[in-house]
């Protein structure tokens, strides 16, 4: 029978384990004595394993885009029920019109307001039910719309 168990976490490295007090802490001053390092090496391996379609989209030459209303713009789009789908083409639409690459949420609410379109109940959450599904990474406080966003809403 254990005599101990232990659980830990820092960023990307978990180290649990079962036993014997004394070989347990053995085991974790090992793991903690290379904890920087592993944390280097987690890192790195995330950033290897990013998916390219995780790269912000190209808004370069959406004149098609700017040129619509935001209402005309959602519309086209099929994205006037859905508040997700609705958070995802408003900022599409806000990057290709102000030409932004990185945007707030406010800046979505914003344009949705000016659009005198209806707000979006909680646009952190969907915000970040777009980040879930690869739609739109966070970047600091603000995020962009990736181009996986853009192919879903075929823009």
Known sequence: M?????????????????????????????VLNKTEALIKLAST???????????????????DIANKSLASFLKSKNATTSQVNKFLATAIWVEAKENKKHLKTSDVSSALNKANQSKLNNPAHK?????????????????????????????
């Open 127 to 155: 915000l970040y039910q777009n980040c879930k599904k690869g739609f739109c990474e966070k970047a600091g406080k603000e995020f962009f719309v990736t181009q996986e966003g853009r192919e879903f809403l075929r823009v």
């Open 2 to 30: 254990s005599g101990a168990k232990i659980e830990i976490q820092i960023g990307e490295v978990r180290f649990s384990g079962e036993g014997e007090q004394g070989w347990l802490t053995q085991q974790l001053d090992k």
């Open 45 to 63: 391996n995330v950033q290897a394993g990013k998916p390219k379609s995780h790269e912000a989209a190209d808004f370069s030459d959406s004149s």
